[in-house]
């Protein structure tokens, strides 16, 4: 309802002015603008034609029932959940139930208000307004929604039996029934669901779902986590069956790439390949000694389209989570692990760039293209460079001469290019957690640092920097990830460092690129490099995202 204090205009007012009217009251039914305006008889009839018209511009929506706001808007005062934290932790909100494309609001917390500040996945009530830089969500309450599970520990006792959530914030301590807690021991690490109904006094009910094993099961772990952190686990069936029912693209709009012979080198034990590579020496004359470079990635967008539930669900989780013993992946497996793998022998959707080097390794050109491509192999990084070193097998061994000297050779004539560049040569070591077969760590290893890993990222790099220009070019918006000069204090306690090891570096010397590299260089085959090389990585800023 608007303010009857407020004297309204007379006579129908034209589409801005209502507009106008509908930003500063939120909402309103036709009965309340036609009262706030003081129409009557024909006017009346006109001012629905006009909110008809507004609606088929798609300058008015529905707000309710009967209710109308401008398209677009907030009501004054509404639930949300928070949906994203940005790279500076400023924290944003959607309307509960409100579609993927749904404006969303910064929330504005109230540090005056007692308890614990909202997080991810928590759901509050706020008052919405439009601030400088777009809408403000400030926070006027947060609401205890929960859910419905709880990760427990089964506590026993004579007389009963209860589940205490792994998570010490959680209250839900749940009762179990008798006859589902015989086979229960004190210390079981249970899923179990929080009974509904009516209950206003003591221990909520519960219904044991899964037992998962021993509290201190090493393969409990990741559970832990997974419900100490509110990480998003499965899917709902909206979700589960629009993936079931994603089929192939058909070349219609497509290029077909299916005999170009791309390959996929990934670590041994990936549970999906999301890019593939080839090259081939450029037959164009004007080019002697260029190459032809491809990378292709799974065409994600083939199946999640803008406003659907696999695209919500995809926002809402952000990413997939690796533990070492299981996976949470962002989109279902039907999909990640499917359709969107790019799986040796299979057509499958494709984004790929056709790039262009000289015999220098400098681009000269490059094509974008939505294809359709078929992988001829599937590698890990191990097995591509044994094949290199001379030690091929049964999947290496007929595709040396037609696809991996050719895709060594561009790469050699891409590192002179790089070269000239001059970014950071960090070489950190990787280690790797291999896990026993009852969950606990076997060993750590260090992985080594292969010229087919650095093959795979140099190619890689060059793909975005396309992506990059070509999205400059049309000039669309871009995000990039920028580290700068490191600060005066992060070179002092480089310089102090170094001086312990014998390797003078000057305090009022700029950190360059340049410079780090030089050092890297000249400690590159001794007993201190690997942690020069982690010192001047802890030395960089933190990236930031412009």
Known sequence: MTNSSKRPPAGLPDKDTLLA????????????????????????????????????????????????????????????????????????????????????????????????????????????????????????????VGTNRVLGVIRKSARETRVEPVDRRSKD????????????????????????????????????????????????????????????????????R?????ALPTLKGREDLREVPFITIDPADARDH??????????????????????????????????????????????????????????????SNGLCSLKEGENRACLAVRMVFDKDGRKTGHKFVRGLMRSHAKLSYEQAQAAIDGQTDDATGPIMEAILYPLWNAYHAMLKGRLKRSPLQIESAERRIRMAPDGGIASIEKRASLEAHRLIEEMMIQANVCAAETLEQKQTPLIYRIHDTPSQEKIFNLADFLSTIGKPWNKGEPGTTKRFNKLLDETRDTEHADVVNEVVLRSQMQAIYS
């Open 274 to 335: 999301d890019d593939a590579v080839y090259a081939a020496r450029d037959e164009d004359p004007k080019n002697e000694g260029g190459w032809i470079v491809w990378v292709a990635i799974a065409d994600v967008a083939a199946y999640v389209r803008p406003g659907t539930h696999l695209d919500r669900e995809a926002r809402d989780k952000g990413n997939s989570t690796y533990f070492p013993d299981r996976v949470e992946p962002m989109l279902p497996e039907v999909l």
């Open 21 to 144: 009217f509908l930003r500063e009251a939120g909402s309103a039914e036709k009965t309340d603008i036609a009262r706030h305006f003081g129409l009557k008889g024909g006017d009346r009839r006109a001012l629905r034609e006009m909110i008809r018209e507004l609606e088929e511009e798609g300058r008015l929506g529905k707000r309710g029932r009967k209710g109308f706001s401008e398209a677009g808007a907030l009501p004054p005062v509404g639930v949300a959940d928070v949906i994203e934290r940005d790279g500076d932790g400023e924290l944003y909100v959607r309307l509960v139930e409100a579609s993927a494309d749904a404006p969303r609001a910064i929330l504005m917390p109230d540090k005056s208000k007692p308890g614990p500040a909202p997080g991810l996945g928590d759901r509050v009530l706020v008052k919405f307004q439009r601030g400088d830089e777009g809408w403000e969500a400030r926070l006027i309450k947060k609401l205890d």
């Open 173 to 240: 301590v749940l009762l179990v029934p008798q006859a589902q807690s015989g086979d229960l021991r004190d210390g079981d690490l249970v899923l179990a669901a929080i009974e509904k109904g009516e209950q206003r006094f003591g221990p909520k009910r519960g219904k044991i779902l899964e037992h998962i094993g021993k509290e201190d099961d090493p393969r409990a772990a990741s559970l832990i986590a997974i419900y100490a952190h509110s990480i998003p686990t499965g899917f709902s069936e909206a979700v589960e």
């Open 242 to 246: 629009e993936a079931e029912d994603q």
